[in-house]
Structures are given as C-alpha cells and as structure tokens.
C-alpha cells in the first residue's frame, strides 16, 4: 500500500510538504489534523521506532477542537475565516461550544469547557470527528480530490465524503499509521510546526481579506502564547510555590514569567503541570530551547495531585500526564548531542543513551 521507507523521515516530511504545497487549500483542516498528529506522534513515541501507532480519533478530535479553540476568537471584531465557504464545520462547531461555555469576555481553557459541560463537549467532537474523517484525514495524503495516489500514513481507503459514525466505530475509532511512521512524525515535529504555523497564516490571511491591509499580529493571535489568561497561574504559582526564578531560585517580584518548561512552540501544552514562574533573564534566555531534563523532571516533581487540585481551584488544566508524555517523546528523538538549556548561559548537550525515564543520578547535570 504504501512504498515510501517511513524510517527516513526527511522522505516522509518532504511527501508530507508536497501533498500541503500543491493546490490551493479551501480550508485550514488539513494543516490543523498535521499538526494535531505531529503532537499525537511525539506524545505517543513508540520506543520501537518501527512500532505501528494507533491513533484514537477521539484524541485527535480533541486535539483539533483545542487548535481551533484559538482560533475563534474574534480579531479587532471580526470573525476569522478559516474556509473559501461562509460556514465551516469545524470552527462553526466550536465557537457554538465555546459561546455556550465561556462567559463572554472571559477566556476559559477548553478542557475547562470539557469539565463544565461534559455532554456539550461530546457531541462538539462526534461533529468533528465525523467531519475530520469526511474531509482532511480522508484528503491528507494527495493533492487533488481524483488523483492517483498511495497512502504513506496510514490507509485511508474506507473513507469518503459521506463515512458514517458507525463506519468509524467499525474502524476501531482509530487509523493505525504505518510502521516507523509515528516515531518519524515525532522527530520531524519541530522542523515540520513552524512550517505548518506559516501555512495556516497565510491561509487565513488570504481567507480573510480584511487582514489585507492592516496587519495585525495574526500568528501571535493563531498560536502565540495567551499572556491574559496566563495571569491567573502567574498568582497561583506565586502563592504556591514561591516568588522565586524556578531556574535560577532569584526573586522575581512582579516581573515575573510564567514559563513553559516544555517550550510552547514544541508541544502547546499550558496545563499547569508545565508552567513555572521565571525572571526575565531566564525566561528570555531560554526561549525556544529544548529545557535539560532535570527541569522537566523538576517540575513533575511538584506532585501530580497537588498539581491537579491546584489547577481544579482555579479553574485551568494541568495535563501532567501529557507533560511527562510529551517529555518522553520529545528526549528520545533528538539527536545525540542536541543542545538543551541548563541555564543562562549554560548548555548541556544530550547524551546519546539518555531515556526519560532513568533515575536521574544517571543523567549528567545536577539537580
Ligand atoms: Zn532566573
């Protein structure tokens, strides 16, 4: 079915840009199921690269209906359009979970929305699965609608415009990839997610003509970091844990960070398990650096119960689980010898036998 040798993923990134690059695109979809399997990929790294992955449609669901989450904001009063046609399913979905759930001027996490109104969110992504497998998961891995092709993630031949909810519970609710196809999701996530970014911007951009003119931060509203809502974890780890650099253990006062351990541009997980509050030094030095593991494991370390229970009071995920996830796929797919942030000026390199996981005696920083 598929001739393309998954254990070289430069073959596979380059199959992957072609099929997104040819043709012009009527909707942001395929862009937001990519980058919702390359996050699936890197939380569910097989430790044998040439593993198949099954990958939940549930999960995935979710994962898209967090991308768009974002993306229905309005932007300076208008709605964003993210499709040639004036209704679109997917966001139409879930700006009508998102108004039924948020109070108006007041942005709440999704998996907040998810807790709160637990059967809403369910049928939101029945919809949205259903639509994922009708349109992009059916259209990913080819160009153009009646092209010849061979499918090189995974086998897509029992879908179709018209596919069934019982036809996908027939499915298992999962497409499997192919083998060594998730571990080489996961190491061409970080070349693959700025690419991917630029993409859908630029979609959304020619989409939306009104962006034309003027030009607003359209990547930081699509994806940047939401520094508003960031404020209610910024009070909570102060009163916690401490108004100290989690790095450097100097004072931070009120210019603190809240930084993600696990770079936002990475993985896009703000669940508390993985923010901690930074000085700006720091903060600013570490940017998009993959962290030394000990920093990660540091902030585990906090606990997942009280992590939970403090994320629960003030209303915000924690996603520890995915944090620790997140960690594994992400260490056991660089390189040897990627460099890593230890601290300000400070780099560590990967040891070539490193597996998250080990005690940490065995790994070459100190705590
Ligand atoms: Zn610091």
Not at 159 to 168: C, L, P, Q, T
Not at 175 to 199: D, E, T, W, Y
Not at 233 to 248: D, H, K, M, V
Not at 302 to 324: F, M, V
């Amino acid at each position: 079915m598929h001739n393309l040798d998954a254990r070289d993923p430069l073959a596979l990134g380059q199959q992957l840009m072609s099929v997104l690059e040819g043709g012009r695109r009527v909707a942001t979809y395929k862009l937001a199921t990519l980058l919702a399997l390359l996050d699936y990929a890197v939380e569910h790294t097989p430790s044998d690269p040439n593993a198949v992955v099954e990958v939940d449609l549930d999960d995935l669901s979710d994962r898209v209906i967090a991308l768009y989450w974002r993306q229905v904001r309005d932007l300076d009063g208008h709605h964003l359009r993210q499709s040639t046609t004036a209704t679109a399913r997917i966001p139409d979905a879930v700006r009508k979970l998102k108004a039924s759930t948020s109070p108006p001027r007041f942005e709440i996490a999704v998996d907040v929305a998810r807790r709160r109104e637990p059967e809403m969110y369910a049928s939101t992504r029945t919809a949205v699965k259903l639509t994922l497998v009708q349109q992009p998961l059916h259209r990913l891995q080819r160009v153009t609608k009646n092209q010849d092709y061979t499918c090189f993630l995974y086998d897509d031949r029992w879908m179709h415009d018209k596919v069934s909810a019982a036809a996908i519970a027939q499915q298992g609710n999962v497409i499997s990839l192919f083998a060594g196809v998730a571990h080489a999701l996961a190491r061409l996530s970080a070349l693959l997610k700025p690419a991917l970014q630029i993409a859908w911007v630029d979609d959304v951009r020619r989409l939306n003509p009104f962006l034309r003119d003027d030009a607003p931060d359209l990547a930081g509203h699509l994806f940047g970091i939401d520094r508003v809502s960031l404020y209610r974890a910024r009070l909570l780890l102060s009163r916690e844990f401490g108004s100290q650099c989690f790095y450097c253990d100097g004072a931070v006062g009120a210019g603190a960070h809240v930084d993600h351990v696990l770079p936002w541009s990475r993985v896009g997980i703000d669940g508390l398990a993985n923010l901690v509050l930074a000085c700006l030094q720091c903060n600013g030095d570490k940017s998009n650096l993959l962290p030394a593991p000990v920093h990660v494991q540091g902030a585990l370390d906090r606990g997942q119960e009280r992590l939970d229970a403090l994320a629960a009071s003030i209303d915000w995920p924690s996603q520890y689980e995915r944090t620790a996830a997140a960690a594994r796929g992400l260490y056991s797919t660089q390189p040897a010898n990627t460099p890593m942030w230890l601290g300000r000026k400070s780099i560590e390199l990967l040891q070539p036998d490193f597996q998250w996981g080990t005690p940490r005696t065995m790994w070459s920083s100190k705590p």
